[in-house]
C-alpha cells in the first residue's frame, strides 16, 4: 500500500512537472526550416575581418566554437588594433593586461583574466576550458599555465601605444573617450550548422585602467553568455556596469521570455541606465553595447548612446557592418 502510495504521489509529480516544462517550452525559442544558419556576429569594425575568418569554418560545417576563436585571433594578433591582444593600450603602470573568455554549447566555459605577455589569450582561455578542471586563471597563474601550455612570451607593449602611454602619464587623467578610447572589445557569437551556438568575447580592457583591473569581458555572464536552448550574447563598453546588471546574462534571458535579439538587448541597455540613474552615474561618460543572436539565427544589438556598430555575415548578409541603435 505504502509503495501504490509512493508510485501515485511520484506520478502525481511527474505529471506536475511535464505541464510547467510545457509551459515552459511555450517560451522557448524553437528551431525551425526557417532557422538562419550559420550565422555569426561581432561587435565593432573589426568584426568584418574577424567573422569573415569564422565564416571559413563554419561554412564548411565546422564548430561554432572553433569558429569564435579563430575570429577573435584576428584582432588580438593585429598590432593595429589597440584595444585587443597585442599592441593593445596598457594600464596606467604601462603593462598591457588581457582579459578573455569562451564558452561552448555544452556550457563549458574557460576565462583568463589580467594576462601579460601572451598574443593569444583567447586560446589560453580555451585551455582553462578544455585542460583544467577550472575555469578561470587570473594574473600570474593564468600566464604560468600560458607557458606550461606551450604558448610564447612576448611584449605585448607596441612603440604607437608606448608613445601614448607616456603621453597619457603626462596628465594621468582617468576619463575614457566614449566611443574612441576604451570601447573595442571583441566579443563574437555564432550558430553552426548542427544549430550549436558558442562565443568568444577578448580584450586590453580599458585603457589606462589600474593594474589588476578586471572588465567584464572574461567574465561568464556578463561579458558573454551562451545558452543553447535560446540564445548567446556577447559584450563591449564600460565593463564595471555590465558586471553590475550580469549583463549578456540578462540579454539570454530577456530572449527567453520570447523578446527578439534587439529588443533584449535594448532591455538590457535600460538596466543598465536605471541602475547608473541610481548611483548619479552621469550616463554621457558610459557606453554599452550588447550584440546577441537567438536559436532562429536572429540577430539584434543595441547600445546606450549613437557610435556603436557591428559585423553580420550569415548566408544572406554576406559579412555587412550594422548600426546599432541607441537609446541616446
Ligand atoms: C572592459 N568591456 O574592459 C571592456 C572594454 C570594452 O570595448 O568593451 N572595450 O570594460
Not at 114 to 119: A, G, K, S
Not at 170 to 173: D, G, Q, R
Given at each position: 500500500m505504502a509503495s501504490r502510495r509512493k508510485f501515485l504521489k511520484l506520478s502525481t509529480l511527474t505529471t506536475a512537472l511535464f505541464a510547467v516544462n510545457k509551459n515552459k517550452a511555450v517560451n522557448l525559442i524553437q528551431t525551425d526550416s526557417k532557422t538562419i544558419k550559420p550565422i555569426v556576429i561581432s561587435t565593432w569594425r573589426f568584426g568584418i575581418e574577424a567573422n569573415a575568418e569564422a565564416w571559413n569554418i563554419l561554412k564548411k560545417g565546422g564548430r561554432a566554437l572553433d569558429a569564435v576563436e579563430a575570429g577573435v585571433k584576428i584582432p588580438e594578433g593585429d598590432a593595429n588594433e589597440r584595444s585587443v591582444g597585442l599592441g593593445g593600450r596598457p594600464d596606467r603602470d604601462g603593462r598591457v593586461t588581457l582579459d578573455a573568455c569562451i564558452m561552448d554549447e555544452n556550457m563549458n566555459i574557460g576565462s583568463v583574466a589580467?594576462?601579460?605577455?601572451?598574443?593569444h589569450p583567447i586560446s589560453v582561455a580555451r585551455a582553462v576550458m578544455e585542460k583544467t578542471p577550472h575555469v578561470m586563471l587570473t594574473g600570474e597563474g593564468a600566464l604560468q599555465f600560458a607557458l606550461a601550455q606551450g604558448f610564447k612570451k612576448e611584449n605585448l607593449l607596441t612603440p604607437e601605444s608606448d608613445k601614448e602611454w607616456k603621453e597619457w602619464l603626462?596628465?594621468?587623467?582617468y576619463k575614457p573617450v566614449v566611443n574612441i578610447e576604451n570601447h573595442d572589445t571583441i566579443g563574437m557569437v555564432a550558430l553552426d550548422k548542427n544549430g550549436n551556438l558558442s562565443g568568444a568575447c577578448t580584450t586590453s580592457g580599458m585603457?589606462?585602467?589600474?593594474?589588476g583591473r578586471v572588465g567584464d569581458s572574461p567574465i561568464i555572464g556578463a561579458g558573454l553568455y551562451v545558452d543553447n536552448e535560446v540564445g548567446a550574447a556577447t559584450a563591449t563598453g564600460h565593463g564595471e556596469e555590465v558586471i553590475r546588471i550580469a549583463g549578456c546574462h540578462t540579454v539570454i534571458e530577456f530572449m527567453r521570455q520570447g523578446f527578439s535579439p534587439e529588443e533584449a538587448c535594448k532591455k538590457a541597455v535600460e538596466r543598465i541606465i536605471s541602475s547608473a540613474k541610481k548611483r548619479n552615474?552621469?550616463?554621457?561618460?558610459l557606453q554599452i553595447g550588447f550584440i546577441a543572436i537567438n536559436k532562429n539565427g536572429e540577430h539584434g544589438a543595441y547600445c546606450l548612446q549613437k557610435g556603436f556598430n557591428y559585423a553580420v555575415y550569415s548566408p544572406e548578409i554576406k559579412n555587412e557592418l550594422h548600426n546599432a541603435k541607441s537609446l541616446y
Open positions: 589580467c594576462l601579460e605577455h601572451i598574443v603626462k596628465e594621468s587623467k585603457a589606462f585602467k589600474m593594474h552615474k552621469a550616463l554621457s561618460e
